[in-house]
């Protein structure tokens, strides 16, 4: 029996650790243009607004400093187990205390904490809010669907709904399409209002850096400005009953001229619909 036959999985671990970077790159190649998860994905979306850029600089910044705090402490731990084995170092020193170790080991920790936390607070206020939005979008979580509402579009609101399986088209995401998605404005800052009606839920795009809790009888503010045309997606990641994995984001970007002529026949056809109590207009065929 060859080698092959008898250790495939010996073979084919280090295969994979070569084609593993280039999976990786092709993935994220391919995410920039849907801007929604990619088989062996492993690492964060790309970003696509100025909060999800910062938000990776700091993962960045965090992944270097613990790494090299990785590489220390398994340097450190190698080098004690050779030098005080019991063949090299048969009678163990009977010290109990070194004042200049212990002050480096809480001062040290103390610093990098204080490295770290500067840029997060920094990222934290960053993301909070907006000043002066060009637009504002409210956003009330439902069980399990998102219903949308433009203040500034004259009570322009609907509902957003999962597409479900038997719907679905050629080329449509399961578990992420939905029958209405939001349209904004690209370029522009904008107010992101959320809430809910029942129970917690998240508001969540990953691509957008954006990510709220929409909890009943509290309004939670952010912002968002996109850099470019273009689909994005996301989903409630709070769990939030039996429904939790049929509540999709679907953000949809575009320029502003095109926004502004939506919003328009989108109104108006909301204007000219007679519902009642309680529905919302469904503005599918408007989306552009």
Not at 17 to 44: C, K, R
Not at 47 to 71: N, Q
Not at 257 to 284: D, H, T
Request: hydrophobic share 45%; with cysteine; charged share 15%.
């Amino acid at each position: 029996m060859n080698l092959l036959a008898r250790r495939p999985a010996a073979l084919l671990f280090p295969v994979m650790m070569v084609l593993a970077p280039v999976v990786m790159l092709l993935a994220g190649a391919h995410a920039a243009f849907a801007q929604s998860p990619t088989p062996w994905e492993i690492g964060m979306q790309p970003g696509f607004s100025p909060v999800k850029r910062e938000i990776i600089a700091l993962h960045d910044f965090v992944l270097v400093i613990i790494t090299l705090i990785t590489i220390f402490v398994a340097g450190l731990l190698g080098w004690v187990l050779y030098r005080y084995s019991a063949k090299r170092n048969p009678v163990p020193s009977r010290n109990s205390h070194n004042t200049l170790i212990e002050v480096l080991w809480t001062v040290l920790p103390v610093l990098i904490l204080v490295i770290i936390a500067i840029p997060s607070f920094r990222l934290v206020y960053f993301e909070d809010r907006t000043h002066d939005p060009a637009l504002t979008l409210k956003v009330t979580a439902h069980q399990w669907y998102w219903q949308y509402s433009y203040p500034d579009q004259g009570g322009l609101d609907f509902d957003s709904h999962v597409v479900s399986d038997d719907d679905l088209k050629p080329g449509q995401l399961r578990l992420l399409d939905v029958d209405a998605p939001a349209v904004l404005p690209v370029g522009k800052d904008i107010r992101i209002l959320a809430t809910s009606s029942d129970v917690i839920h998240s508001f969540f795009i990953p691509s957008l850096g954006v990510q709220r809790y929409a909890i009943p009888g509290r309004t939670i503010e952010t912002w968002v400005r996109i850099d470019k045309p273009g689909t994005y997606y996301g989903e409630c990641n709070q769990i939030c009953g039996t429904g939790h994995s049929i509540m999709p984001i679907a953000i949809k970007a575009v320029p502003e001229a095109e926004f502004a002529e939506w919003a328009k026949k989108a109104k108006a056809q909301q204007n000219s619909q007679l519902q009642p109590a309680g529905a919302r207009a469904r503005l599918a065929q408007l989306q552009p």
